[in-house]
Each structure stands twice: as structure tokens, then as C-alpha cells.
């Protein structure tokens, strides 16, 4: 199944609905105004897979981030091989974590906020794990139970203020900087595993099949809820593959104008202008 959080209206009707996608089709769930909403109601999947509200077409479907507000956006650096060589690292004994905050993220069709006080703008392609039940203290071997589905990330990186000091933070929740989409693909329809990539202008960058990680999606659910409850709508960004525009000689980082596509094959694409933020 896959689910999606749809904007309607405009101006002052403006507004956002969780639909489910049939084909070409989105069919409104009615009574959650999006995705994480919908992850709340322990029945989620059968309302859900019930649902027969409105339906939308897909094609021009103006979609948000798939869960706009998450009560958690937990990040984790270092996490493919390639990109840790790329970075000149050591393999870690355990996994890099930092977070996100809602205001970070857009929808899969937004423009991305380039900001005035930053020029070394960078790519990360990631797989998003979504929970979609609460736990704490998960053992890897249950961690499959508290994870709704998957989706596709790009953890935009300002590199100057990523590594101003020795905490990345500042360097990763940057206003309207985080496409996130276009689907929640229920664990049902989705495995780890199938390539992800991202290009910029039509331009292949990264290009890593997602089972490539150090710490897997279950690892990482029943380390992150050692330390704190995971609540559903919650997402665990899994890290990126090698090919950022940090590690290359010359350096390339996004520049205006240009055209950011980021694809997971199974779950889909994000396909974001870069616009100068105002």
C-alpha cells in the first residue's frame, strides 16, 4: 500500500488530506489531514486499505511531505561503506546520529530553498524509515513490528555550517531545505534493498543499491528506541551512499536554478528546482 499526505484548495481553503494511491488514483482517507496523523490510529492499516473518500488524479497531484510533521526526524551519518571512504573515515562501532525538525522538510515536488547565507549546498540521498508503532527498548529481531514503511529522503547538507564545529546540526535542518516522498510504502510492498540514486541536471551523482548499509533499518529502530520511545510518524533518515558533491574534486555543491532528482527504485522520486530563497 502506498500512502500519501495530498494538498487541496488554496488561499484560505487551503488544507491537506492522507490519501491512498490505486494506480493513477489517490483516494482520500477521511478524518487525517495526512500521513502521520493516519500512523496515530492503531488501526491505521485497515483504515486505511478501507478508505473511499474523494479521489484525485495522480498526475498533478500537488503533494506535501509525506509525513509533514514527524515528532522525530532521527538522522544517522556514516552509514554506507562508500560514503564513509569517500569522507575519510573509519567504519563506526556504532551508528552516527543527529537530527532534523519538521520545518526542514517540503514536498517531493518543491522547489528547495538555496539560502542566502550558505553556497556549498550539498546532496545526500537516503532511504527513510517511517514507524509506524510506539516502542521502547526494541529488540532488533521485533524492530520489523514498529516500522509502518519506507520512503525516500534527501538530507540537503549547508557544508560551511555543517562542519563550522564538531556537531553537524547546524548544517542539516535548514528552513524548506528537505524533500521527503512522495510515499509511505507500507514494509509489505518494500524491502531494502533496490538501487537509489541522484542526479543533478539529468546527471548521475550518486548511484548505490540501499541494502549496501552498515547498520540496517531494524538495527537502527532498536538502537535509536534504547535511548527514546519511538512514537509512530516518527523517521530515521538511514544515511547516505558515496557521490556527494563534497567529496569531489573540484567540490560541487547545487547552485540555482539547477534540477535535483533523487529515486529509490520501488518507493519513488523526488524531483526538486533550486530556487534562491528570498
Not at 14 to 36: H, K, M, N, W, Y
Not at 113 to 127: C, G, I, K, N, R
Not at 155 to 165: P, V
Request: proline share 7%; with cysteine.
Amino acid at each position: 500500500m502506498r500512502l500519501l499526505t495530498l494538498r487541496t484548495g488554496s488561499g484560505d481553503t487551503a488544507s491537506t488530506t492522507a490519501v491512498r494511491q490505486d494506480g493513477d488514483t489517490l483516494t482520500e482517507i477521511p478524518g487525517f489531514p495526512d500521513v502521520g496523523a493516519l500512523l496515530k490510529d492503531p488501526a491505521w492499516e485497515a483504515t486505511a486499505k478501507a478508505a473511499n473518500g474523494a479521489t484525485h488524479p495522480l498526475d498533478g497531484a500537488d503533494l506535501a511531505a509525506v509525513v509533514p510533521f514527524p515528532g522525530k526526524i532521527i538522522c544517522v551519518g556514516h552509514n554506507y561503506r562508500n560514503h564513509i571512504k569517500e569522507m575519510g573515515r573509519d567504519v563506526p562501532e556504532y551508528p552516527t546520529l543527529f537530527a532534523k525538525y519538521a520545518e526542514s522538510l517540503i514536498g517531493p515536488n518543491d522547489d528547495l530553498a538555496l539560502p542566502q547565507e550558505s553556497d556549498t549546498v550539498d546532496w545526500e540521498a537516503e532511504l527513510a524509515v517511517v514507524i509506524g508503532k510506539t516502542g521502547r527498548r526494541i529488540r532488533e529481531e521485533e524492530a520489523a513490528e514498529h516500522i509502518a514503511g519506507y520512503s525516500v529522503l534527501n538530507d540537503i547538507s549547508m557544508r560551511d555550517y555543517q562542519f563550522r564545529t564538531i556537531q553537524w546540526l547546524q548544517g542539516k535542518t535548514w528552513e524548506k531545505s528537505t524533500p521527503f516522498g512522495p510515499a509511505v510504502v507500507t514494509k509489505d510492498e518494500f524491502t531494502p534493498g533496490p538501487l537509489m540514486t541522484s542526479c543533478v541536471d539529468a546527471e548521475v551523482q550518486q548511484s548505490t543499491p540501499t541494502s549496501d548499509l552498515v547498520f540496517t533499518p531494524e538495527f537502527l529502530v532498536s538502537y535509536i528506541s534504547t535511548i527514546i520511545t519511538l512514537n509512530p510518524g516518527d523517521v530515521i533518515a538511514t544515511g547516505t551512499p558515496g557521490g556527494v558533491g563534497h567529496a569531489q574534486d573540484p567540490k560541487c555543491y547545487l547552485q540555482e536554478g539547477q534540477v535535483l532528482v533523487t529515486t529509490i527504485e520501488g518507493l519513488g522520486q523526488l524531483k526538486n528546482r533550486v530556487v534562491k530563497e528570498a
